[in-house]
């Protein structure tokens, strides 16, 4: 089993910043590709952005390219989204995940969620 939990997040007005971060226990964290996913109010949950096991390999979804930075940390065993120049439509409560790379289908793990308020 493995414990993921976020923090970071808050309200934030349009163009600031904010860093989110994904804490894990339970597994050796630099097996598990991870991943951050986001879902808006009355929206489903989408992909934002994954990182393989080593940090080396990154994707993004293109409304965040540019803007967003995913990273981890695996002496820490922790996951971080940095997110720049924030919109109103980046409001939404931010997930971590982790499971088996590319993390499109197999994700063995979700985190409670931080929320994250854009306001304009």
């Known amino acids: 089993q493995v414990q993921l939990v976020e923090s970071g997040g808050g309200l934030v007005q349009a163009g600031g910043s904010l860093r989110l971060s994904c804490a894990a226990s339970?597994?050796?964290?630099?097996?598990?590709?991870m991943g951050w996913f986001r879902q808006a109010p009355g929206k489903e949950r989408e992909f934002v952005a994954r990182?393989?096991?080593?940090?080396?390999?990154?994707y993004y979804v293109d409304s965040v390219k540019g803007r967003f930075t995913i990273s981890r940390d695996n002496g820490k065993d922790t996951l971080y989204l940095q997110m720049n120049s924030l919109k109103p439509e980046d409001t939404a409560v931010y997930y971590c995940?982790?499971?088996?790379?590319?993390?499109?289908?197999?994700?063995?793990?979700w985190g409670k969620g931080t929320l994250v308020t854009v306001s304009s």
């Open positions: 995940a982790a499971g088996s790379w590319p993390l499109d289908r197999n994700i063995y793990y």
């Open positions: 339970g597994r050796t964290f630099s097996t598990l590709a």
């Open positions: 990182i393989s096991g080593g940090g080396s390999g990154t």
